[in-house]
């Protein structure tokens, strides 16, 4: 699976993948479970990179003395808001605002999707941010007017 980055801007991304064929009805809904899956732990502030204690800690997490007084000052880190998922031909976009969430939701999200384009179905290519040719855009489309039942 190929990764592509565009102009990204956090608030106000597309994220675009073409799958290898036309995807079947099923097919949408094992992808839309991934992303969906990915926003909802980035909700939460599962994507916090100043507060990744246990990851820093190394291989032996015996006993490991979790600290929930750092966790509990550390800047929230948010997913915000989730568009809805559109498709045209090979190709599939949703548009999110990641908020103050820190880019290992990315790594985690383009982790994931290149496990799941190996097993499960095949993603050619995966664009994070900016625009793709032949199908356009709603520059009204914002954190403030998406329309979304995720937010």
């Known amino acids: 699976m190929q990764i592509k980055f565009r102009e990204f801007n956090p608030f106000d991304s597309w994220f675009w ?3 290898s064929t036309t995807p079947s009805a099923a097919e949408k809904q ?3 479970e991934v992303f969906r899956s990915w926003f909802f732990l980035g909700k939460l502030g599962g994507f916090n990179a100043e507060n990744i204690q246990i990851q820093e800690t190394g291989l032996d997490l015996n006993y490991l003395q979790y600290d929930e007084d750092y966790a509990d000052q550390s800047f929230m880190a948010l ?6 998922f559109e498709y045209q031909g090979q190709w599939g976009r949703c548009w999110f605002d990641l908020g103050t969430s820190d880019a290992i939701a990315l790594d985690v999200l383009v982790n994931a999707l290149r496990q799941f384009s190996k097993d499960y179905v095949e993603i050619e290519v995966l664009c994070i941010g900016g625009q793709n040719n032949g199908w356009s855009i709603d520059q009204d489309y914002s954190s403030f007017n998406n329309g979304d039942s995720y937010n």
Do not use: A, I, K
């Open 17 to 19: 993948w073409q799958f």
């Open 30 to 32: 094992y992808v839309e």
């Open 79 to 84: 997913m915000h808001n989730m568009g809805e």
